[in-house]
């Protein structure tokens, strides 16, 4: 039987991580956070002391910036190096120097590969912001979530409030738009929605409202 893959894009805050590892908890499909990954490679640049903006020192680092996905009790971990950063690829500085290093292709490249074997020989939930597009042109499902730039602040401080970190609202909002501007622009595997995905605005939906409607989806096709 074909593996069944459900592909979730969006754009930061605007849920479909939280949807997506919901979704396939019920369906007890795999998850896979993708974003995740290009978090990862961040992280790897900034512990060496790589200039982000520079295009050339960061692919210069890719082969020694070595990628794992490990589920541990249902849960995806990163890891880089054998050290399990999931908590670390998650700092607001990371948030900026990602979207910066993902606009450049040899990283973009390296990753896809990535993730399309994992997705290759499993039932499999991904998301990210080009799994409908790029990464699983083919999927069984895709699902493109969005929601207003204020519900997206809102959650973004929750998330913050909840890790114990102080924030500027204002801040957040920029480094959201900002966010929303060099993805939907970029050249390479920009944000948008494909055109057979399903479009869901989330911004007044609960999580168990929009995980019933996509499952309602999918039993629909």
Not at 28 to 45: E, K, N, P, Q, S
Not at 200 to 219: A, F, H, L, P, R
């Amino acid at each position: 039987m074909k593996n069944i893959q459900i592909a979730i894009d969006g754009p930061g805050g605007s849920g479909k991580s939280t949807i997506a590892k919901r979704l396939a908890q019920e369906m007890d499909f795999t998850y896979i956070d993708t974003g995740a990954m290009y978090r990862a490679i961040a992280l790897h640049c900034l512990d060496n002391n790589i200039d982000i903006k520079d295009e050339k020192a960061v692919i210069s680092a890719l082969p020694d910036a070595k990628i794992d996905i490990k589920h541990i009790d249902g849960v995806q971990h990163i890891f880089l190096k054998n050290e399990n950063v999931s908590h670390r690829i998650r700092s607001p500085n990371i948030s900026q120097s990602t979207s910066i290093i993902s606009t450049y292709l040899p990283v973009r490249e390296m990753l896809v590969k990535q993730q399309q074997h994992i997705a290759k020989n499993t039932n499999i939930v991904m998301d990210g912001r080009d799994i409908g597009t790029v990464v699983l042109p083919f999927a069984s499902h895709k699902i493109f979530l969005t929601a207003g730039v204020d519900v997206r602040v809102q959650r973004r401080k929750a998330e913050l409030v909840a890790k114990g970190q102080t924030f500027d609202e204002a801040d957040i909002e920029k480094e959201i738009i900002e966010r929303d501007h060099r993805d939907i622009t970029r050249t390479i595997s920009p944000l948008k929605q494909a055109p057979d995905a399903i479009l869901i605005d989330t911004s007044n939906m609960g999580i168990d409202q929009v995980v019933e409607k996509i499952k309602e989806e999918i039993k629909r096709k």
